[in-house]
């Protein structure tokens, strides 16, 4: 096997494309299939670039629909496989992306948020938060790690294989055309040195031996006859995926402890949040800020906890209430007033979160 | 805390505005600093108004977009017409002076306005290709991000391989950077 991508650990500046590409090389993934859709190109531009020098393999596919899906052919003759979009490319692969949730197919996808609806622009969102989390005709029964710089890009790119390979559900890294095209410092690093070992894959077709002799038959299937055998099958990926949320769940806060105002973002959002608290807690202003940091499954026992102690709750997002709908669902009950600030594929800046604030009091 | 440094340069798509913005990052980061930039980017290949958002800080930077700047540098009509959003009472902002027909839409709310011969010096004494190189020049001076020494070491990183190639390139480079420092300097 050729030689380690990366030895070590070493500080870089480098756009969030080329971390996603190093991140999935450093993760041991073996192949990517993709189509280009801006502002997302560039992963698949590095990963050709670097995976040949590592043996690991590409594949363009003519769409987004086959990019899916020739990911979970990927998976199943088990490779660490991955693909990336964004925009109407995500839309073209939400097929795909189900049929990974039914039949438990652990890819990775990464996905880099541009402005919507249709075309529309390929700069920034948060609009795919609601697709990504819950897209195509499935029950969400996804991952979704939503990254707000280059370094979480490049952990939980690699984290985001883990998760996938130990829980066998699609797991996605929820970026955006801010993350993808901007550069900004992160230390890229060998797993193995921060202890983290790779979970083992493995193949789900073409398994040596006769079935039912040497080895049990494998039962991979997306299609059902009744309803009352579906009910079964999908009660059982419920199950498993409520088993599963509260290892997977992650969510940080900050000044939330005798926080008045909170302030709940996510993404990349939650940088200029984060800002803003800082300034305004200068100021003696008593606010904090909840992040989710998966969408899918969300913390919201958690965030619970923390709007049934404040005054007020401001959801702020670059999109028109998508992030704003999965919070009210997981705090349903409280009374706690709740404002929302929606910037549809704006990006939205400490500045502007420090006036609203303060504009309210 | 440090304060952050923004800038807005703004061009045509061509003047090399996302070239030296990201060469002055580089400069920046190479010395331990934070940076962060972002290009802004429309769907058209080529053409139109091309913006380049830089923060540099002792500290992880926030928001990659800004409302307001510490420094705007315009090339361009269109460019200037689109960048005096970014300005309010603590902003410099250096236009080209060969612009025509602009003074209407300067900003009047600037700390500084400061109109500089860029393209004409550029065309003159020095290449048509080392104006964005001036405009760095100009951009360091009035912020000072990095000092000459570390952005002509940038410079030498980005550029090194051409100026093996045509040893001409590098006292041009450098010359082109040190004059835009100078355009400025006795304005600020």
């Given at each position: 096997m050729a030689e380690k991508p990366i030895q070590g650990e070493k500080r870089v500046f480098m756009t969030g494309n080329e971390v996603a590409a190093w991140a999935a090389l450093a993760a041991e993934a073996d192949i990517m299939y993709g189509y280009p859709i801006t502002p997302q190109n560039e992963i698949m531009h590095y990963w050709t670039r670097l995976s040949p020098k590592f043996d690991r393999g590409f594949l363009q596919t003519e769409d987004e629909i086959s990019a899916g899906f020739t990911t979970c052919g990927g998976v199943l003759s088990g490779k660490r496989a991955f693909t990336a979009t964004a925009g109407p490319g995500n839309t073209l692969m939400q097929e795909s992306m189900t049929m990974a949730e039914m039949m438990r197919i652990p890819l990775v996808c990464v996905v880099q948020q541009r402005g919507g609806p249709s075309t529309a622009t390929v700069i920034y969102s948060q609009q795919e938060a609601t697709m990504t989390c819950y897209g195509g005709n499935g029950e969400g029964f996804r991952i979704v790690y939503s990254t707000s710089t280059h370094q979480e890009l490049y952990d939980y790119v690699i984290k985001g294989f883990n998760t996938a390979w130990t829980y066998r559900f699609p797991t996605f890294v929820l970026g955006d055309g801010y993350q993808a095209k901007m550069r900004e410092s992160l230390h890229i690093y060998d797993p193995a040195t921060k202890g983290i070992n790779m979970v083992a894959t493995e193949p789900?077709?073409?398994?040596?031996g006769t079935p039912g002799v040497d080895r049990d038959p494998q039962h991979l299937r997306n299609t059902y006859n009744t309803e009352e055998e579906l009910y079964e099958v999908v009660s059982e990926l419920v199950a498993d995926y409520e088993k599963a949320a509260p290892e997977i769940v992650e969510y940080q806060t900050f000044d939330t402890d005798d926080a008045e105002i909170v302030i709940v973002a996510h993404g990349i959002v939650t940088r200029a949040a984060q800002a803003a608290v800082k300034e305004l807690r200068e100021e003696g202003i008593k606010v904090g800020h909840f992040r989710p940091i998966t969408l899918r499954p969300f913390p919201a026992n958690e965030l619970k906890e923390i709007a049934s102690k404040a005054k007020k709750l401001i959801v702020m997002e670059s999109a028109q209430g998508q992030f704003d709908r999965m919070v009210k669902h997981a705090i349903y009950g409280l009374t706690t007033p709740i404002e929302d600030y929606f910037k549809p594929g704006m990006g939205i800046t400490s500045e502007e979160i420090v006036e609203y604030v303060k504009k309210g009091m | 805390m440090a304060k952050t440094v923004k800038i807005a340069l703004a061009g045509e798509g061509g003047q090399g505005v996302q070239s030296v913005a990201g060469i002055m990052v580089g400069a920046a980061n190479d010395k331990g600093r934070e940076a962060l930039y972002i290009p802004n980017f429309g769907?058209?290949?080529?053409g139109g108004v091309s913006v380049a958002f830089c923060q540099i800080s002792d500290d992880k930077i926030g928001s990659?977009?800004?409302?307001?700047?510490d420094l705007v540098i315009a090339l361009s009509d269109r460019a200037v017409r689109r960048t005096t959003?970014?300005?309010?009472?603590?902003t410099v902002f250096i236009y080209d002076?060969?612009?025509?027909?602009i003074e209407d839409d300067l900003p009047k709310n600037a700390k500084k306005v400061i109109g500089i011969p860029a393209l004409d010096v550029a065309k003159?004494?020095?290449?048509?290709?080392?104006f964005n190189v001036i405009i760095m020049g100009a951009a360091i001076e009035a912020t000072h991000i990095v000092e000459m020494p570390e952005a002509k070491e940038a410079l030498e990183k980005k550029l090194g391989y051409k100026f093996e190639q045509n040893p001409k390139l590098r006292p041009l480079n450098f010359t082109a950077l040190e004059k835009g420092a100078e355009l400025v300097k006795e304005l600020l």
């Open positions: 789900s077709l073409g398994l040596e | 769907v058209e290949q080529r990659p977009k800004f409302k307001k700047a959003q970014y300005v309010d009472e603590n002076s060969s612009i025509e027909d003159k004494e020095l290449h048509p290709r080392v």
